[in-house]
């Protein structure tokens, strides 16, 4: 929600190009089906800037029995992930397929989110990255919380994760 309002407030998106699924709305089916299938395919134009983020948990690769990392969606049945949970691996892949708009940003606020990059070019943490140059230009990128092998962590003093609060902080500042 916080996120949500940010690009409202703050980056002038329109609210109602925007969807927000919480809680029991933000089962595996309801979630694949506005990223691939109802919403996102069919109202992006190839010159959008889609904007995709994602706070939920994940799972870490020894969960399963494939090695695979899972978005945990609110229905997802954790003895079950493979039939019940979201392939963090083959999430930005179905978003490329699916969406065809030259310009996404998916954010992941999960443990394990970095399992998303896959075979792709990875930033360091010191890397300075010129988000203007990324709005202007074209392409995929996937911003992670934490790697492959990492839990994501938890704000005491603040209502959403620490890379929540530290990424709009640094969006705020342009």
């Known amino acids: 929600s916080d996120f949500k309002n940010f690009l409202v407030s703050k980056c002038h998106f329109a609210p109602d190009h925007i969807r927000l699924l919480t809680n029991q709305n933000a089962t ?4 694949m089906d506005v990223l691939g299938d109802s919403w996102l395919p069919r109202v992006t134009l190839p010159a959008d800037l889609v904007v995709i983020y ?7 690769s020894s969960l399963d029995v494939a090695g695979v990392n899972y978005i945990v969606a609110h229905d ?20 490329r397929e699916r969406v065809h708009s030259k310009r996404v940003l998916i954010v992941l606020d999960a443990c394990h989110s970095g399992a998303a990059s896959g075979e ?3 930033l360091q943490r010191t890397a300075n990255v010129d988000a203007s140059a990324f709005a ?3 392409g995929h990128a996937v911003i992670c919380s934490s790697s492959r092998s990492e839990s994501s962590w938890e704000s005491k003093n603040q209502p959403n994760g620490v890379f929540t609060k530290a990424l709009i902080d640094a969006f705020a500042s342009k």
Do not use: C, R, V, W
Request: glycine share 10%; net charge positive; proline share 8%.
């Open 54 to 60: 994602i706070s939920s948990h994940g799972s870490p």
């Open 76 to 95: 997802t049945d954790p003895d079950k992930l493979f039939t019940t949970g979201i392939p963090i691996q083959h999430l930005a892949e179905t978003i």
């Open 120 to 122: 792709s070019k990875g």
């Open 136 to 138: 202007q230009g074209t």
């Open 28 to 31: 595996k089916n309801k979630i």
